[in-house]
T-cell receptor, first 112, second 111 residues
C-alpha cells in the first residue's frame, strides 16, 4: 500500500536554484493537489489537477509550476527558489467524486 | 468565502485528561467537516468526518459533532494518551470538494 509518495523528504536550496518536488500515487485518483504548510497558517493550496492534462491554480501559486502528464504523477517545480518558499510541502490525492484526501509524508524545503 | 477557525495551541495535557479542541467554520451551502491528525514527521491522516448537520464522527476514542446552529465541529476525547501527541487540523470541503484547513493545534500529552 504505497498510497501517495513524495520525494525528496528534505532539500536545501540556495536562492535562485531550481528543483522539482516529486509526487506519485497508485490509487488511480483523478484529483491531485499541492499544499504548503507554514507555522500559524495551516495548509494553503498551491496548485491542483482534476485529471491528466488539466491543472489549475490554488490560493498561493506564484513561484510554482505544475504539470500532469499521467494520472499517477504530479510534480511541483520551483524555477527560481526564494527564501519565502521555505516550507513543508504536501501532495494529496483523492477521487474526484469523494471528499477524502490522502496525503504524502511531505517534503521539508529550506531556501537559503 | 469559506474558512475554518480553530483554537490556537499548543495544548499540553497530562495522560488521561479530557481533551477539547474548538473548531468553527464559515461556509456557504452544506459543507462536509473533517478532523485530520499529523504525527511527527508524517503527512496528514483522516481522523474522522461528518457530512451533515447533527452527524457525529468518531474514531480511536475521538468524537466531533457537526453543529450547524453554532457552525462548530469541536474535537473531544475523554482520556488522552501519550500516543495522541500530534497536530490536529480541522477542515471543511465545500460542495465543489475544495478543501479549507484550519491553522492546526499542537497537542502534547505528558505521562
Amino acid at each position: 500500500n504505497a498510497g501517495v509518495t513524495q520525494t525528496p523528504k528534505f532539500q536545501v536550496l540556495k536562492t535562485g536554484q531550481s528543483m522539482t518536488l516529486q509526487c506519485a500515487q497508485d490509487m488511480n485518483h483523478e484529483y491531485m493537489s499541492w499544499y504548503r504548510q507554514d507555522p500559524g497558517m495551516g495548509l494553503r493550496l498551491i496548485h491542483y489537477s482534476v485529471g491528466a492534462g488539466i491543472t489549475d491554480q490554488g490560493e498561493v501559486p506564484n513561484g510554482y509550476n505544475v504539470s500532469r502528464s499521467t494520472t499517477e504523477d504530479f510534480p511541483l517545480r520551483l524555477l527560481s527558489a526564494a527564501p519565502s518558499q521555505t516550507s513543508v510541502y504536501f501532495c494529496a490525492s483523492r477521487q474526484t467524486s469523494k471528499n477524502i484526501q490522502y496525503f504524502g509524508a511531505g517534503t521539508r524545503l529550506s531556501v537559503l | 468565502g469559506n474558512s475554518v477557525t480553530q483554537m490556537e495551541g499548543p495544548v499540553t495535557l497530562s495522560e488521561e485528561a479530557f481533551l477539547t479542541i474548538n473548531c468553527t467554520y464559515t461556509a456557504t451551502g452544506y459543507p462536509s467537516l473533517f478532523w485530520y491528525v499529523q504525527y511527527p514527521g508524517e503527512g496528514l491522516q483522516l481522523l474522522l468526518k461528518a457530512t451533515k448537520a447533527d452527524d457525529k464522527g468518531s474514531n480511536k476514542g475521538f468524537e466531533a459533532t457537526y453543529r450547524k446552529e453554532t457552525t462548530s465541529f469541536h474535537l473531544e476525547k475523554g482520556s488522552v494518551q501519550v500516543s495522541d501527541s500530534a497536530v490536529y487540523f480541522c477542515a471543511l470541503s465545500d460542495t465543489g470538494n475544495q478543501f479549507y484547513f484550519g491553522t492546526g493545534t499542537s497537542l502534547t500529552v505528558i505521562p
